[in-house]
């Protein structure tokens, strides 16, 4: 099926008016591309290392929506125009030139599961989406230890620098019987990693309630109990307990939440594994060593090279000691131990 995409040009002042006028005539979802450039508060909420550069905010804004394609649009931009007139004296409105297209009907949602087919993480290690079969890796073999994901939305393939670099120090590092944090736990892919490996149980942590439910999931996939623990739990209550051969998932940010942090446990961890981003990391290398025990230690990954010495001096500055720097392309994980 196809649809009509509508682009309406006004400005930054109308925006809010604009979409609010759109709903009340039923058409939800509007996309709007302007130029408004990010505020502090912006840039902390954004999980990326190196922000976008936005050209100079010329005032202008684009609004687009979709209606289906049986839709009278002459009629439909008519009646839009028409409601907006009253406002006209009020606002600044721009020029309100319509751009019409059609667009084929796509499950975005979906639609990118093509792209990811099981793949080689490290030796020994095969990484498969849940809707395919390990047998479309080229080189499968039948003592590959096999992890099944569905991201969902929830970040985490595996297929990404920074997870294979992760995946690694976890098959070198952690021993059988090591309690593993995993601190942004995204689809829970590290803590199912680390659990198929030999650790006696995790507990993963992430600011993201969507990538927590995911991570339960992902674990029940791979033969793994796991539980989501939510607000109801009591999450400034009592010390969670860690159960052999399960994992545990809640909602959280152990930067800014001290009860959560009493409740995850100290000298607790024998292996803590982040994958982020260095702008987190680097304060995370602060807080982290009270939940390890002595020579317990700590992966951190998600770091771009560039930020790969401020990393080096916050872990050293907060009394790590820094074992190996792995890295892959433009990325860099440190493995570090707690002295």
Not at 85 to 95: M, S, V, W
Not at 139 to 165: R, S
Not at 238 to 262: M, Q, S, W, Y
Request: a negative charge; one cysteine or more.
């Amino acid at each position: 099926m196809k649809w009509i995409k509508l682009s309406l040009n006004t400005t930054v002042e109308a925006e809010d008016l604009i979409t609010a006028v759109l709903d009340e005539m039923g058409i939800e979802g509007v996309q709007i591309e302007d130029k408004v450039q990010l505020s502090e508060e912006d840039k902390k909420r954004m999980f990326i290392d190196i922000l976008p550069e936005l050209p100079p905010d010329d005032v202008e804004a684009e609004l687009s929506f979709y209606v289906d394609c049986d839709s009278d649009i002459e009629e439909l931009k008519s009646n839009i125009l028409e409601n907006l007139e009253p406002y006209a004296g009020e606002y600044n409105l721009g020029t309100l030139e319509f751009t019409v297209s059609e667009t084929e009907d796509t499950d975005w949602i979906n639609n990118w599961k093509q792209y990811f087919k099981p793949f080689r993480a490290d030796e020994g290690i095969v990484i498969k989406p849940t809707w395919t079969s390990a047998d479309e890796l080229p080189d499968h073999n039948d003592d590959d230890l096999i992890i099944e994901i569905d991201p969902g939305t929830a970040f985490g393939t595996g297929a990404h620098e920074t997870t294979k670099l992760c995946i690694k120090a976890l098959k070198k590092y952690l021993k059988a019987g090591d309690k593993l944090l995993d601190v942004g736990c995204g689809s829970g892919i590290l803590s199912i990693v680390g659990m198929k490996l030999g650790a006696e149980a995790a507990l993963g942590i992430d600011v993201d309630d969507n990538a927590t439910h995911t991570s339960v999931e992902n674990a029940g996939i791979n033969g793994i109990e796991a539980e989501y623990l939510d607000q109801g739990d009591g999450v400034s209550g009592p010390l969670i307990d860690i159960e052999k051969d399960h994992i545990r998932f809640f909602t959280g940010n152990v930067l800014e939440d001290d009860a959560l942090c009493n409740r995850t446990g100290f000298d607790r961890f024998d292996v803590v594994v982040a994958n982020i981003l260095a702008d987190i990391i680097i304060p995370l290398s602060g807080v982290t060593s009270k939940y390890m025990r002595k020579d317990a230690i700590f992966i951190s990954s998600g770091i771009i090279n560039t930020k790969e010495d401020a990393v080096r001096n916050a872990l050293l500055k907060n009394g790590f000691e820094i074992l190996e720097v792995i890295k892959m392309n433009d990325w860099v994980a440190f493995v570090a131990k707690k002295k």
